[in-house]
């Protein structure tokens, strides 16, 4: 209706060229952002050179992504009214989406200094903080955005993503209630409530919020966050089909790629070339790479790229003709698949359907042989009952606030370990990179001379038992059938399934000694040194 008056007035007075300008503001409410752009720019080719038509200009141009004209238009609007908070504020938004975080920082702050009730503002310096993983600063903002609007559903939802962050779940369940509460239909809380019950271990009523949020907004990252509640309920083929939108959404999407040749889905092989290469983190190699053999039985030469590291070990690997590193050149091949998505054509359907055999990697027995002299060596004649191999933190993988996050659930301080200490006939071999142990702990600390993870198995093939955090150790362990102690975070990942504390995938291998609450590794580690103390008296007593 005001769009029709404002034409009405524009045919009865053209030569007012602001009604333009206010036709603009009307289309941009009813979401035609392309005609009032036009409008915009129409009353600025008339003069009407007003702060706020280069601001509106500034959010039509947005619409259509072209970000580099937006932010163009909103200096402008803020050269011309250095007051502007809504141009500062949204010019800080887009410099916040490339990653500027200190200018945007700056804008904000600028704005919240003309503009202290501008709760917007405060809002999104939050989430500027939180991209740099300053929570408490955070935090704080969010307070404020509420204090100033307390009906603020998107506060809310982010004081949730904060708690979440820190590992407090329950906390973070109660903020996304609360955002619910005031906006039901708002599908990023839905979507975020299905992380924090997930995260408790309610993963079906999780998977429930996840369908919701969909159906109100098909987004991948909400089809990735309902796959990994499938497969941790073991509802494995629904799982890995939904998990391809890993691909579309969030921290993988720049890495997909887009060969010419299809994508296997099961396909036989008669001969043909199937390239296959690591996708993620070094665990998520090992673990992935058992398919090699069953894709060599379906009749494919495999090409097999993995991360560099992982290269020497990878030659032990049956059913693989190629090993490569990641920026290799690959071969001419027919069909490709990334390592994770291999379960959907290998009809990995069922708990039951995961294929264990154990072990499929191996390090070399010249490798073997010559660890077991560095051991020799180290222990001074004087061989253990038992030879435990320790990892106690992940990589901390700064580059993500999330993942970072993880990293600090699944690793523990060192100070942890202190109840396994001088257990008698147990000596310790530190299996962690990067990160050293109190000197009073007395580890046997021989990382240094592992060039690449084929040392690493050589020198757990000459231990007994590997007790670690959830880290690519773990897998290498269990791959190698070494017996691996798992140490289990709260909000564990879904590969290790829930309410159990064996593993499917490396089965009479692996125990998991699981957090009975967040954060709880005291709890853990009196429940690893008790079973410890009674393994190493029956095998002393059994050499003896």
Known sequence: EAETHLLQ???????????????????????????????????????????????????????????????????????????????????????????????????????????????????????????????????????????????????????????????????????????????????????????????????????????????????????????????????????????????????????????KQPIWRGEAGQGRTLYVYAEQGFGDTIQFCRYAPILAEKGWRVVLEVQRPLLRLMQSLQGVAQVLATGDAPPDFDMHCPTMSLPIGCKTNTVADIPADIPYLQATPDDVTRWKEKLSTAEMGDKPSLRVGLVWSGNPRMHSPEMSAVNSRRSMQAECLVPIMGIPGVRYYSLQKGVEAPADFHLIDLMNDCNDFADTAALISNLDLVISVDTAVAHLAGALGKPIWMLNRFDSCWRWLQNRDDSPWYPHILRQFRQQKPGDWAGVMGRVADTLKLLAQGVTAARD
Request: hydrophobic fraction near 40%; charge should be negative.
């Open 9 to 259: 007035a524009e045919n009865l007075a053209p030569q007012v060229k602001i009604i333009a300008y206010h036709r603009g503001v009307v289309l941009t409410s009813l979401g035609r952002f392309d005609e009032a752009r036009q409008l915009f720019e129409t009353a600025l080719a008339h003069g009407i050179d007003y702060p706020d038509v280069h601001y509106n200009l500034g959010n039509a141009l947005k619409h259509f992504g072209r970000t580099e004209e937006a932010k163009q238009q909103y200096q402008i609007a803020i050269d011309k009214q250095p007051t502007h908070v809504m141009a500062l504020n949204n010019l800080a938004n887009i410099l916040k989406d490339e990653g500027a975080f200190d200018k945007a920082i700056a804008l904000y702050q600028r704005a919240i200094a003309t503009d202290p009730a501008y709760a917007r503002a405060q809002y999104n310096l939050g989430i500027a903080y939180v991209s740099l993983g300053l929570l408490d600063e955070a935090e704080k903002h969010y307070h404020k955005a509420l204090e100033l609007e307390p009906n603020y559903p998107e506060a809310l939802n982010n004081l949730g993503i904060i708690c979440r962050l820190r590992g407090q779940f329950y906390e973070s369940r109660a903020w996304y209630e609360k955002s619910l509460a005031l906006r039901p239909h708002y599908d990023e809380a839905l979507n975020n409530l299905g992380n924090a019950l997930h995260d408790c271990g309610e993963s079906e009523e999780a998977i429930i919020r996840y369908r919701q949020a969909i159906l109100m907004r098909d987004t991948p990252d909400y089809h990735h966050n309902m796959s990994l509640a499938l497969l941790a309920t073991g509802q494995l083929e629904e799982g890995w089909r939904v998990y391809e939108a890993r691909w579309y959404g969030g921290q993988l999407s720049h890495v997909r790629r887009d060969y």
